[in-house]
């Protein structure tokens, strides 16, 4: 098994695509994306119209994720009700994410 890095991002649907794009190009080989819900700082959506959160998921190398967090930090983290973190993993098929 290969150890890699889990990066969980939560943020507001209307920046899933553009995110996943951003990922992409920034060295992840795919993502996850389900939608969520909850309540954190900003509390919790009162209606649909306010839209849903989404939660991306993708594994990478260490120096993927620390560009991908340096990215979210500069560009979304003072505009959008965002949240990202990092997590160790051990991977079997390797070659799917590196």
């Given at each position: 098994m290969t150890p890699l890095k889990l990066v969980t991002i939560i943020a507001e649907d209307?920046?899933?695509d553009t995110l996943a794009k951003e990922i992409t190009a920034l060295g992840a080989k795919g993502y996850t994306?389900?939608?969520?819900?909850?309540?954190?700082?900003?509390?919790?959506?009162?209606?649909l119209w306010e839209g849903e959160n989404v939660k991306i998921e993708t594994i990478v190398s260490d120096e993927v994720a620390l560009k991908i967090l340096a990215h979210l930090q500069?560009?979304?983290f003072d505009k959008y009700a965002m949240v990202a973190y990092v997590t160790d993993v051990h991977v079997v098929r390797t070659q799917h994410f590196t």
């Open positions: 209307v920046l899933e994306v389900v939608t969520v819900r909850g309540k954190g700082e900003q509390g919790m959506r009162e209606n500069r560009k979304y």
